[in-house]
């Protein structure tokens, strides 16, 4: 079987290739740049051989059985697996650069993440194919990841449960993501979907447990922590529970022949009424004191304080303006919604006014108030789960307008049970701000912070449309072409330019390095020509990683 794989893997297209190409040797360079610290051996071992390896015995699963993953996508899982562990080391190597103290909690979250891109291939082939000799081999290798683990991770780390027990709860969110929605992720994109969730998720339940006081969290992690990445992990977090919570409970109990149950489901109004009720008391019941207890703050007083300044009040007003906009091109899109879906260009468009739109509210906020657009990007992102959570359920008032109105803008990506790609355009231009996961995140070049900003609302958006007008040479085998690649790198290279009249530090930043980010800019816009993922979730990541390590 390992031949036959690896012969189709061979014969798979070149664009495939590629991306497995650049993960694999970025991954190689990232891991040579730790190597003054013992913990990155684990990352040496687990993600640049063992993701060739792995992903040409898992590629061989996906191709046999591509029923439940988004439609025309590819696996992908060498490059889905890679993005947030590459990104960590990145993330390493800034903070080793400029002396940040308190690394140990970092490592051990870049330790466990590299091994837990090993595991979604092997959860990925199980969920697949489920077979005890499968199940055996998950056991055996998470025995084996959390022994070398052991070895390999800070001194100041827990012991072996604090390893073995996160490789497995991992496993598991990742049959638990393919499962949910079937047809909405590539291989590759659920376990980058599943890594992010999983790091945030832990995260949040070592702080709530550390302030609820159940049992002693371990001395690595007790630290001062920024208080606004902390309330944003935490609204990110609530809804995703309530979506395995509360939404999900009552979806099954929709079906249910039990008399009480049918009596609500038989009105529309009287079934989305307890719905919304539900999701009140959700808000007033466990978001606010949640908040409250891992913050250790009064959350009112503290949201009055950190919005109530001149500055800040004016850059809210100028969102809110931005909303407006944004509501008319929808409302716009919907009435013109039959010539949209019909025509690609007018789709085009359409989708890339939401690019710009996104440019005009990230530039203000990450070029002079950060911290507020990281407050601002958490609660949105937030609300936008939840808004999918009424559209998917249809609910009353609001949830068939929703449904129609969003249906304008979608293509094949969005193929599957849910709407997800406004999501992850929302997610990865705020991604980049929190990949420096450290309470004192303003030792991080300035510039790096804005790679989701140039790599979806300047590059992507450039290549295109200019690729889809003007374009002529394609790339081999891929619809992208070359001149919208040369684009892409052209538009983000002037924006940098750009940028260094607006801010002193990104100037003598690119001044500094500019030999070290134009390459970076121009291997992030061949990486957006030959993925085969969403480039919305797959692009921030991995253009951030090469700008921290300018």
């Known amino acids: 079987m390992l031949k036959k794989a690896v012969r189709e893997w061979m ?3 070149q664009a495939y290739a590629v991306e497995v190409r650049l993960g694999s040797i970025t991954s190689l360079v990232a891991s040579f740049l730790l190597r003054s610290r013992v913990t990155a051996s684990i990352f040496m071992i687990c993600v640049p051989i063992g993701t060739i390896v792995m992903s040409t015995w898992s590629e061989y699963f996906v191709r046999r059985w591509n029923r439940p993953f988004r439609a025309g996508a590819r696996g992908g899982l060498a490059v889905g ?52 000799n499968h199940y055996g081999l998950v056991v055996v290798t998470s025995f084996i990841l959390a022994g070398v683990g052991q070895v390999y991770v800070p001194k100041s780390a827990p012991g072996f449960l604090w390893i073995i027990v996160p490789l497995w709860c991992y496993m598991l969110l990742v049959v638990f993501v393919l499962s949910t929605l079937p047809g909405s992720f590539s ?36 630290h001062d922590r920024n208080t606004v990445q902390l309330a944003v992990e935490v609204m990110f977090v609530f809804a995703l529970a309530v979506g395995v919570f509360v939404i999900w409970p009552w979806h099954s109990l929709s079906t249910s022949q039990l008399p009480v149950i049918r009596s609500l489901t038989t009105s529309i109004e009287r079934w989305s009424l307890v719905l919304w009720i539900s999701l009140l008391a959700s808000v007033l019941l466990v978001l606010l004191p949640w908040l409250q207890l891992v913050t250790k703050t009064n959350i009112f007083l503290w949201c009055v304080t950190f919005l109530l300044r001149p500055m800040r009040l004016l ?50 906020g990450l070029l002079w108030d950060q911290e ?4 601002a990007s958490g609660a949105t992102t937030m609300l936008f789960i939840l808004v999918e959570y009424i559209r998917a359920m249809k609910l009353w008032p609001l949830g068939l307008a929703l449904d129609h109105r969003l249906r304008s803008f979608v293509d094949s990506r969005d193929s599957g049970a849910a709407i997800l790609t406004h999501i992850y355009l929302q997610i990865g231009m705020a991604l980049p701000m929190f990949a420096y996961p450290l309470s004192s995140f303003r030792s991080a070049p300035k510039l790096a912070t804005f790679a989701g900003l140039l790599a979806l609302g300047i590059g992507d958006t450039a290549a295109s449309l200019f690729g889809m007008k003007w374009g002529r040479w394609r ?61 919305n979730l797959v692009l921030p990541p991995f253009l951030a990683t090469f700008l921290l390590l300018t």
Request: aromatic share 10%; net charge positive; with cysteine.
């Open 11 to 13: 014969q798979d297209s």
């Open 81 to 132: 697996c890679t993005l947030l562990p590459l990104l960590l080391v990145a993330s390493c190597v800034c903070a080793e650069r400029n002396k940040v103290p308190n690394l140990d909690a970092l490592y051990y979250f870049l330790s466990i993440l590299s091994a837990c891109s090993l595991m979604s291939m092997i959860a990925t082939v199980c969920w697949l194919a489920p077979t005890p």
């Open 187 to 222: 291989a590759g994109e659920a376990a980058l979907v599943s890594q992010a969730i999983f790091l945030v998720c832990f995260d949040v339940g070592l702080q709530t447990v550390r302030q609820l006081g159940i049992f002693e969290v371990p001395r690595m992690f007790v």
């Open 315 to 364: 850059l809210i007003g100028y969102w809110c303006l931005c909303l407006l906009v944004a509501s008319y091109i929808v409302h716009k899109g919907h009435q013109q919604r039959r010539t949209i879906t019909t025509d690609k260009w007018k789709l085009m468009v359409a989708r890339k006014k939401f690019h710009l739109l996104a440019v005009a509210i990230y530039l203000p």
């Open 372 to 375: 507020l657009l990281m407050f």
């Open 475 to 535: 790339w081999p085998k891929m619809d992208k072409t070359i001149e919208g690649t040369l684009a892409s790198i052209a538009a983000q290279v002037l924006f940098c330019l750009l940028l260094t009249f607006l801010d002193s530090n990104i100037a003598a930043h690119f001044a500094r390095s500019w030999h070290l980010v134009v390459p970076a800019i121009a291997v992030g816009s061949v990486m957006e020509a030959f993925t085969g993922h969403i480039d």
